[in-house]
Every structure is written in C-alpha cells, then in structure tokens.
C-alpha cells in the first residue's frame, strides 16, 4: 500500500513539475504588469512543435532540442511583446483576454494548416524510457527526469529572482510597478524579459509535456483551464506558489485517478474554489 | 410583442413559403456533409473529405448521371446543437436532397428529428451508438456500430484461452456502449470482467490507470478509446510502466490503431490486437486498387483510415439507391432503395439489413506489425456476416 | 458608455428617445422575414445568443463583476426547459419563466461565493463553478442524456397557435418577442438607481462602500439577475432548438459569450445583441468559407478589435460620432438627468 | 453646545506599533475643526477609524450620542457620517450628476430599486442638481468625471459626500493636489456648507487653517499634542517645534 500511495505521489509530482513549467511564466507575468495572457498556451505548444520538428524532420536528438524550443519561443516572445503587447498594457483585462484569445484561435489554426490536426508523434531516447526501481519503488525514467528538470528550473528561477540585481528589479516591478519606475527601473525593459524567459520555460515545458500531454493544435485552449487553476491558486507572481499549487493539483489528480477514478475532475475544481474562498489572493500569493 | 409576431409571422409566410419551393429536381444532386473539420478531431472530416472525392474521381464527378454538388458542415468536433442547426439550414437554405457525414454520435441523434421531419435520407458514414438508425426511419448506416465491434472481440479472446480481463473505456456514451457490448459478450462465453474504470475524455494522461491495473495484475485488459489523441497516450503509459513485462496481455477495437494516427503512435503500438471493420492493408484487390488512387489523390502523407473507407462506401450506397430509384430522391423511395442493398467494399462485402437499415459486414482481428518499416493493421482472423448485437438482442 | 438616466421629460420624452429604436425593433425581424427568411435559424441563434451575452454585459460591463462560467445558467435554462417538456410539460412559456426561476435560484445560491472574491479569484470561482455543473450533468446521463444530448422534447405551439416548424419561422418570432421582452426589461435595469449603482460599483467600489451602499448585497443582486437573463436565452435555444447538447454548459461557450460580449461592447445597451450578431454571422461566413481554417479569420477579427476598434465594435461606432459631430459627446455623455436643470441645458449648448 | 461626534481613548496597534494612541477627542456640532500634524502622524488613520475603514483596536467613538464603534461603515455613513478621501475617489466614467444622484438615491435607500428609471425619480434628481448648482458645479454636471480638471473633481468629492446629507464630514485634506491658489476657492465652497454640518478637516496649509477653521487639533505619533483655536495652536511653542524644519507658512 506504501509504495502504491508513494508511486501515485512521485507521478503526481512529475505531473506538477511539468504544470509548473508552463504555467510559471503566466503567473510572474501577470502579476508583474497585470497583463493577461490567455495565449500563453499557445507559446508552449510552439515550443513542442520546434521540438518535435526538430527531431523528426532535423533528426536533432531530444535533450538538445529542449534548450532550443527554450530559445526560439523566447525570442518569439519577445518580438510579440514588443510588436503587439505593450501597446495593450495600458487597456483594461477584458480587451487583453479578447486580443489574446483571439491570438489563441489565430495560433491554433495556423499550426493545423502546417502540421495537420492530428496528434503529433514523439519518440523519447532510449535511456529516457521505462522504468527504474529506487529503494523498491518502481519509478518511471522519463518522470524522474522531469521532476529533476522541474525542481532545477524552481530552483534557478528562485534564486535569479532573489539574489541577483535583475530579480531585485523584477520583485521591486512586482511590489509596485509605479514606485519601480521612480527609482528609475526601466519596467518596460525588465517585463519584457521577464516575459521572454516566461515564455521560454513554457516553451521548454510545451516540448517536455509531449510525452505526457500530447501535442495537437488544440493544445493551448485544452489545457488553458490547468494553468489558470495552478496561477490563481498559486498567487500571481509567487515562484514558490505556483510551485506549490502546481504539485497540489498534479498530486490530487493522480490521487483521485488511482483511488477514485469514478469521480473524475469533480475534485481538482471543487478543491480549487475551496482554496480560492480560503485564499483569495491565491496560497502565497501577495494580498494586493 | 406577441401580437407584433404574429402579424410579421402571416407577412413572413410569403417569404417562407418562396424559399419552400420543394427539393429542388434539376439535375445536380446536392449532398450534405456534416462533420468535423476543425478542432482536435478535425481529422475525421479530412478523411471523409478524401473519401467523398475519391468516389466522386472515380466516377466522374456524376452520381445516377446528375453531377454532385458537396456542401460541408463544420462542427468543430461533438456539436449537436450546431449539427441539428446545419442539418435545418442545409435543407432550408442549401435545398440538400441528402445528408451524410456524421461522425459524432450526438451529431446524429440530434440530426434524426429534423430529417424525418423533411423526410431527407441521410446516411450515416461513421457515428456507430447503436439507436441511431432506430431513432430515424429515414436513416440508414454504412460504417458500424460500436457492439458490432466490440463484440468479437470478446468472443476471438474466449476462443484463445482468455478467460479474465480488465475493462477501460473512455467516459462517454459510446465508452459505456463499447463496455456493456463487451462485457455482455465476454460474460456470455463464460469469460469474467474482474475490473473496469472509465476515464475522463479530456484526460491527457493514463499513468494512474494503468498503474493501478498493474497493481490489480488481470489475466488481459480490453479498452476502447475515440481514434485519436487517448489511444496513443493509452499505449505509452502501458509500456512504460512494463505491463507487457509484467504479462498482462492488451485488446481493443480498431479505433486504437486507427490507420490515419497509427505511424504517430509509434511502436508502443507494435502486437497490439483489435478487432474492426477496416484497416488499409486488407489484403483484396478491390482495396489494393482503393489505396493507390487514394494516394494518387492527396499524396502519402495522409492514409486512407476507415472513416475515409466508410464516406467511400456512403457514396456508393447513394449511388446504388439512386440506381434502384432511376434517379428519384424522393426520401421514401430512396430508404426503400437503400433497405437490402449489398456493395462490394474495398474492405469487402457489406450489406444494408433491410429491417434495421443498419450495416452487416465483416469484422476482422488484426495485429499491429512492422511491414517495410510502416506500422500496420494486419488481419489475421475475421467473423463474417457479423449484424450489430444490440439490435439482435431485441 | 450607455445612457444610464433617462431624461427625467417623462413619457413623451421616452417616445422621443426610444422612437428610432422601437423602428429597430420592428425593421429588422421584418426585414429577415421578407427577405433572408432561409435565414431564420441564424437569426433566431443569434437572437438567443444576443440575450445570452446581454446578460452577461449586466456582470462585465456594468457591474464590473468577472464570470468564466456564466453558461451554466445558461445551460441549467436549457435543461428546465428540456426537461419539463421531454417529461410532458411543453407548454413554452411557462417552461421559460420555470427556466429563469431556476436558473435565478442557482444564481442566489452561487452568489455569495462569487462576490466574496475579487478579479482572477473571481474568474475561477465562476469557471470553477461552471465545471462542476458541467462535470455533474455529463455524469447524470439518466436525467440529462450525457453527451449524446437531452433527446425527444416536444414542445407545444406558442400561445397554442404557431407550431414549432421546420423553417424555424416561430422559432425566430417567438425569440425575437422574447428577446425584446427582456431587453426592455434589462434596460429598465440598467437605467434603474440600481443600474447606476451597478456602475458605481465598477467604477469604484471603494467609494461606493463610503457612500453606504452594502456593496456585496448589490453585487449578488446583479448576479441573480444576469443568472436570470442567461436561464431565459437557454430556455429559448432549448424550445426552438428543440434539443439540448451538454455543450450549453461547457466552458467553451462561457468564453464564447464573453468574446461576443467584448466584441460588441461591453457596458453597452446592445453590445451583447452586435457582438453575437457579429460573431455568430462571422463565424457561419468563415466556416462556410473555409470549414478548416475559419477559426484563423475569428481570432484575426477579435485581434483586430481589440487593435482597432477599443471598446468593441459600438465603441468605434461611438468614437467615430463624436469624431464627426463633437456636440454628440454632450448627448453621448449622458447629459439625460442634468436637462432637468437650467443651469446645464446652458452649460450642455456650451 | 452639544457634541456630534466624540472618541474615548481611541486606539490602534498594529502589533507593537501604535499608529493611534487613547485619543479623546470631540467634534461639537456645526463645528470647523482643523486637524493638523506632521506626516505619518496618523491623522487619515485617526479619519479611517472614525468612518470604519479601520477597526480601532481599543476605546469608543460615540456619533450623535450613539456607540457606533461596532457598526460598518455604511451603517455609521446611515447614521450621518460621511467623507471625503486624500486621493480623489470618484467614478471616471460617471459625470458628476450621476455621481451625486447615485450618493443621494443611496440616502434615500433607491438602489435596490429596479423597476423604475432614475429618470422618474424627480426628488433625487433635483437635489443632486441642486447641490451641483450649490458647489458651483452645475455647468459640467453632465461630463464624464475624469475628463474634469483636479480642482473640480475635488471638489464633485466634497458634493457626493454632501448628497448623504452628512450631519459629520469628515474632508482628509480636501485640497490636496490643487495649487495653493485655487485651494482658497475650494475653501470658500467648504466655508458656505449648511451651518448645522460639523466639519472636521485634515489640511497642512495653516493660513487656510486659521482663516476656515475655529479649533485645531494637533495630532503627533497617533496621539494629540495641542488643541485650540487657531490662534493659540501658532503660538504653542511645542507645536512649533514639532513643526521646526517644515517650510515657512506651512505652519
């Protein structure tokens, strides 16, 4: 039974990992500038579709293709954000959510007359794939390396974000954009790249996730739901938060999976209200 | 308010009875498609697309010498709410003299009203939920139904030994069909269902499931996913977490290697057997020559799937009715026609049962094999003649 | 902005004000009957969708309260309806004030989550709620027929004198009268000192809790009333529709309203009416164009919207006005309440 | 005379900090009472706890003779205490018509009311034109409130704080932001408010103070240094040297 609830809980977790991944440039970026991204799906599933165009088409080995997705939808990131999105910093929500839905549909359909709409293939490298036993405990390999990936990336992020100059600007544009500015923070300038290696990690999330969420057209408006669950109940712009909620839900979906299989999503959105009456502003998330 | 809409009510009954001006007879024959062009299922209508056009190639454009005019639907996946608009406005408006498509179950059911009430014959060339040809007698069905292909299964798997399984179906209607049909045949043969789970159709990822039918070890698990994103994730979980090695042996109907997804979902698909109607490697002649003007048509990068086979079919069941009637699309005359009739299919015989205007045809076991480095469906056993069990049962 | 105060020149004023509208009113369904009347089932989607997404607006626009799950009044409307007819209740107005009266009540008993949060928190709760009805009615096949939809209503004639027909020609009357019923209701609202409160509470709850309003007791108000409007848009695609899919309670369609609703205007009388008009005509177009790729000129058309045209399309109908006749911003401004007073019918000409 | 509004040893901690120590403190009817203090001396706090916005920690606030130190603040704003705010709080897409209509149909408890256009409620409409025309502010009625300069909009803060006919206003520095010159004229307007009206006002600028005001309260770290008439409170030395290093004028 121990090495049951351990096996599901280790799965939640790589589970989260991933979620986290994807959904931590959405939570900083939000509750930097406020600004609302609901294409930020879309970057992730540019970064699988690199990737998987990259080895099927470049024959480029897997591992190096993740650093790469990284790169382009970062760069990409940036061009839109400096083309399209800053103009709409200044609008209210709903016209974002509007731009940025329809940039969604825009994305979606794009990606179906280049690559079809049909699932697209990923074959992980032979060492990435089964399983190994750990103290016992039967561990699949692909999983354990997520949750490496995802505990570096936490980690990297955390630290950036707190000891160098950078994330010192970046939590000062968070705390108050307007007194950021007056100590002579270029906002602008630090939201932009913040926003490009926000992207960038769901980019590098969208080519990990293949394996585990697929990659269709449908992918940015399939999982949007997710990560807006894991940013509200992390709290916008908390690291660790995101983190948080991010392993919450992976673990309770897999849980309710294994254990209660009838009961289906009920639970991931039942707890979700719950912890959104508790917490408004999300676990750890800044009361504003 | 009301009054108001009652006066511009009798103003609009001219209009009204204009555009009533009864199913057009010149000499196109105007045939709707409703399906699934965009959206993650989009693949569906692709095919049925290739399908319809092939014949329509193969015949030069004319159907019982009218030529054929195509006017598609898009539900972006199960839509009945927007079938059952299109079916109206393609009658109404585009003045169809048939319906066809149809790849959701819920799309045709909430189609059958309307076409019984226009007395449009529509055929139906995948939606496979059982009631559907009953819930309209002016609809009749060329591709199957989801107990036409369960069923066997059980049956191929009583005859070779297997005695226990685990049942995994996809939460919806047609899941449940496909579990009952199964089971209900399994049980019959003195098989034992020791487990089931249905899971969440928007679910991404199987490892939980199939970690706790490892953990339950049955003798062999039988599934039944839609064609498309869940087989595949399906299959990799259960390699990954080594349930072949751990002996526990897999089935499915066809729609787990769907010919059109089966090259994407790689080798974790390799010895997996399933039970279907169609599969593009079935060894006949009439089907070799299918396949080549398929891929003459729209190249290698597509393959021809059963929903392609099955839009095929449709055609050709339109076209024989049609023959039968000397061209009259009178709806009455047409089921009439289409009641009995028997075509010879790339993917062998197939005949409409006169009494449940649904379809009777051969169900083949196959095994996914590598042949020259393509993934396929190799048939290796079949039932013949095989009527859809739920229907037989009444 | 809309005129929330009327002019206070009572009736004959009103005529005045709302004359060309009231033309509107009648033109438009005539003018569908006359000559697109192969155009009735659009019309009549668009009609339902159009008092689905205004009340919506009394949420977003006015009130400034956030919904991602306001479908599942819409849906709970449709399956009343659906129900009570499938289980022999086919009478169609009644069956819509049952509809709004459950939909209603769901909506009070929601409302004190809703209001307890604010902004993203509040998005999720109401999407949050949303799919949880969804998840219940997919998993009660018994009751709602799961995903293979609510089958075999019947619903009686209208009044007992216009049939449900095939062209959807009661169908359209019958939500257009509706429609107009409800619009004219909403209006009251909006123009009511509840629907200024409404703005108030928008534009400044802050300041409104200082002038001693109970703030949440408002906001729940407006809840239950867009609940309502919602119920009754349900109600009608049901009955004309004759069917009800589970997709009216899908997630997809409560952004699918919101899209409509910014795309018309959000705080504007007719945004919810242009905005669905615009995106289901767009949408019917593109996919009869294209059945692959439409949703590519969709997105293009809200991008460009929201680029182009800020506050949806009424909104650059607006600009453009008052671009061409700078009084018109007085008028616009919604002078309505001050022409009682001298001072500004001076201060209004200046 | 008697007493509109008084505190009892009111005060508020948070944690160890005090922001606001045992004030007594009381506001005689139809009173012009300045409160002034350096900043951070806690006089907004000092306003927020009278209105409720912050709960008090310890001691009472007794309005009109009532205990309302329990009571929300739109319960104490029902019992006649209303406000204005330092940053200017009003409704941008509102005119100031509307937004005084809006205070005066929440005094007359309309906002619930649906089923009949404001239109139609020609009592509420009139007094909120009135009380425009009162503050002078009748011939921009009809604009949106954020295309007004900061002077007006100021002083559409002092006019919806009015329309809930307030028998205690409380103004947190009514002239914030407005040039010095033009803050005069926003005073002239506060100077003519209905003699029956008890004012209490937080403002810096001590030629306003001695020409408005008839008391001062000195308020230092959250507690009252001084209190009297303006005359008294310029000659207090200790208020001169809190007040040492402030700019010459401003007290």
């Not at chain 2, 959701?104 to 076409?115: D, E, G, K």
């Not at chain 2, 799937?305 to 009715?321: L, N, V």
């Not at chain 3, 001072?343 to 200046?350: I, Q």
Request: charged letters at 15%; glycine letters at 10%.
């Amino acid at each position: 039974m121990l090495a049951i609830l351990l096996t599901v809980l280790f799965d939640g977790l790589a589970y989260g990992m991933l979620l986290f991944l994807i959904s931590i440039g959405l939570s900083v970026t939000m509750g930097m500038m406020g600004f609302v991204n609901l294409a930020h799906g879309a970057f992730a599933m540019f970064g699988g579709y690199v990737a998987t165009t990259l080895m099927q088409r470049a024959g480029v080995p897997f591992l190096v293709t993740l650093p790469v997705a990284f790169a382009l939808v970062a760069l990409a990131s940036i061009v839109v954000e400096r083309l399209l999105y800053q103009r709409l910093y200044r609008r209210g929500p709903l016209d974002q959510v509007l731009f940025t839905v329809g940039l969604t549909f825009m994305s979606v359909a794009g990606i179906t007359w280049f690559y079809g709409p049909s699932q697209q293939p990923v074959v992980l490298p032979a060492f990435l794939q089964g399983q190994v036993s750990i103290l016992g405990l039967e561990v699949g390999i692909f999983r354990l390396f997520l949750v490496a990936v995802g505990l570096l990336v936490a980690a990297a992020v955390v630290l950036g974000v707190e000891r160098t100059r950078f994330g010192a600007k970046i939590r000062a544009a968070v705390d108050n954009p307007v007194m950021a500015t007056g100590l002579g923070i270029n906002v602008g300038g630090v939201f932009a790249l913040t926003f490009a290696i926000g992207s960038g990690l769901a980019g590098l999330g969208g080519a990990l996730g293949i394996q585990i969420l697929g990659l269709t057209p449908a992918f940015p408006l399939k999982y949007l739901v997710l990560f807006l669950i894991v940013v509200s109940v992390g709290g916008l712009g908390s690291v660790g938060g995101a983190l948080l909620a991010a392993c919450v839900v992976g673990v309770i979906d897999m849980m309710t999976k294994y254990f209660l299989p009838e009961i289906g999503s009920f639970i991931i959105y039942a707890v979700m209200v719950a912890l959104l009456m508790w917490r408004p502003h999300g676990l750890l998330g800044k009361k504003s | 308010m009301m009054k108001k809409a009652g006066l511009l009510a009798a103003l609009a009954l001219a209009g009204a009875s204009l555009a009533n001006v009864a199913v057009a007879a010149d000499d196109t024959l105007r045939i709707g498609v409703i399906a699934t062009f965009s959206g993650p299922y989009a693949d569906y209508g692709r095919q049925f697309d290739a399908g319809i056009q092939l014949y329509l190639k193969d015949h030069d454009g004319k159907i019982a010498g009218k030529k054929v005019e195509i006017v598609k639907k898009d539900t972006a996946g199960p839509g009945p709410d927007a079938a059952k608009r299109f079916a109206q406005e393609l009658i109404v408006r585009d003045k169809v003299n048939f319906l066809t498509g149809l790849d959701f179950s819920p799309n045709a059911y909430a189609v059958a009203p309307i076409v019984t009430q226009a007395k449009i014959p529509t055929v139906v060339m995948n939606a496979s939920s059982s009631a559907i040809t009953t819930s309209s007698p002016y609809i009749a069905r060329v591709s199957f139904t989801v107990q036409q292909d369960s069923a066997p299964m059980a049956q191929w798997m009583l005859k070779n030994g297997i005695k226990e399984t685990y049942v995994v179906v996809a939460d919806y209607a047609s899941g449940t069909d496909a579990h009952n049909a199964f089971e209900k045949a399994f049980a019959a043969g003195g098989g034992k269902v020791v487990g089931s789970v249905r899971t969440p159709m928007n679910n991404p990822d199987f490892s939980a499931y199939v970690q706790r039918i490892k953990d339950e070890k049955p003798q062999s698990v039988f599934f039944f996913f839609p064609s498309g994103v869940m087989p595949p994730a399906f299959l990799k979980a259960w390699k990954e977490r080594g349930l072949d090695e751990a002996g526990i042996k897999l089935f499915a109907t066809g729609e787990a290697t769907d010919d059109s997804y089966l090259q994407a979902t790689g080798d974790v698909a390799l010895g997996l057997i399933t039970s279907h109607h169609y599969s593009y490697a079935h060894p006949s002649e009439l089907n070799k020559k299918f396949v080549k003007n398929f891929y003459a048509a729209f190249g290698k990068e597509m393959r021809p799937s059963y929903f392609a086979i099955t839009a095929y079919d449709g055609m050709a069941a339109i076209a024989g009715a049609l023959e039968k009637t000397k061209g009259d699309v009178s709806g009455d005359k047409v089921m009439e026609a289409l009641k009995g009739l028997k075509l010879e299919s790339p993917r062998g015989p197939i005949e409409i049962d006169a009494a449940t205007r649904d379809i009777v045809q051969t169900v083949y076991i196959r095994k996914v094999e590598k042949v020259d480095g393509e993934l396929v469906n190799v048939e290796f056993d079949k039932f013949e003649r095989v009527k859809d069990p739920a229907k037989e049962a009444q | 902005m809309t005129p929330s105060c009327p002019p206070s020149t009572a009736e004959a004023g009103w005529l005045r004000r709302r004359g060309g509208e009231i033309a509107l009113w009648l033109a438009v369904p005539l003018a569908v009957a006359l000559f697109l009347p192969e155009y009735y089932l659009l019309a009549t989607h668009v009609a339902a969708l159009g008092l689905f997404a205004l009340s919506l607006d009394l949420l977003v626009g006015y009130a400034g309260l956030l919904s991602l799950g306001h479908a599942m009044f819409f849906g709970i409307g449709a399956y009343t309806a659906g129900l009570l007819s499938v289980h022999g209740w086919g009478e169609p107005i009644s069956g819509l004030l049952i509809a709004a009266l459950v939909a209603g009540l769901v909506g009070f008993i929601t409302s004190f989550a809703v209001v307890r949060v604010q902004h993203l928190a509040q998005l999720m709760v109401t999407l949050g709620f949303g799919l949880l009805v969804f998840e219940a009615a997919n998993r009660a096949r018994w009751l709602t027929g799961g995903d293979d939809g609510l089958q075999g209503m019947d619903v009686w004639p209208v009044l007992g004198m216009f049939e449900f027909d095939l062209f959807g020609q009661t169908a359209f009357f019958y939500t257009v009268a509706v429609l107009a019923l409800c619009f004219i209701i909403a209006t009251r609202v909006i123009d009511s000192p509840f629907g200024l409160t409404l703005e108030g509470l928008r534009e400044n709850p802050k300041r409104m809790a200082a002038i001693g309003t109970p703030t949440a007791a408002r906001l729940r108000q407006a809840y239950v009333f867009a609940a309502i409007f919602a119920g009754i848009a349900g109600a009608l695609m049901a009955q004309t529709s004759q069917f009800v899919a589970l997709e009216t309670l899908s997630f997809g369609l409560s952004a699918e309203v919101l899209i409509m609703l910014l795309l018309g205007g959000a705080g504007r009388r007719y945004g919810g009416l242009v905005g669905a008009a615009v995106f289901v005509i767009a949408r019917d177009l593109l996919s009869d164009l294209n059945p692959q790729y439409w949703q590519f000129g969709v997105g293009g058309v809200m991008v460009l919207v929201v680029l182009f045209a800020p506050g949806g399309v009424l909104g650059i109908l607006r600009s453009l006005r008052q671009r061409l006749m700078p009084v018109a911003r007085a008028s616009t401004a919604k002078a309505a309440p001050v022409t009682a007073t001298p001072a500004t019918n001076k201060g209004g000409a200046a | 005379m008697s007493i509109a509004l008084t505190t009892a040893g009111l005060s508020k901690n948070y944690g160890a900090l005090q922001v606001t120590r045992a004030v007594d403190f009381s506001l005689p009817v139809g009173a012009r009472h300045a409160l002034i203090g350096p900043n951070g001396a806690g006089k907004t706090t000092f306003i927020n706890l009278l209105t409720g916005t912050v709960p008090a920690t310890s001691g009472s606030i007794t309005l009109l003779g009532e205990d309302i130190t329990g009571q929300r603040p739109d319960q104490r704003v029902k019992r006649g205490l209303a406000r204005t705010f330092q940053v200017t709080s009003l409704f941008p897409e509102l005119t100031p018509m509307q937004s005084v209509t809006l205070a005066v149909c929440e005094r007359l408890g309309l906002t619930a009311r649906w089923y009949k256009r404001t239109g139609e409620h020609r009592a509420a409409l009139d007094e909120a034109a009135e009380i425009l025309a009162q503050l002078h502010l009748g011939h921009i009625g009809h604009l949106l409130t954020r295309t007004l300069p900061y002077g007006q909009q100021r002083i559409v803060e002092v006019a919806v704080a009015l329309a809930l006919r307030p028998r205690v206003l409380l103004l947190d520095e009514p002239a914030a932001g407005i040039p010095s010159g033009e803050s005069a004229e926003l005073f002239e307007v506060i100077a003519e408010l209905p003699e029956d009206i008890s004012l209490l006002f937080i403002e810096h600028d001590m030629h306003l103070v001695s020409r408005f005001a008839s008391r001062v309260t000195v308020l230092v770290a959250g507690g009252i240094l001084a209190e009297g008439t303006p005359a008294e409170i310029m000659a207090n030395p200790e208020v001169r040297t809190v007040y040492l290093g402030n700019s010459e004028g401003h007290a």
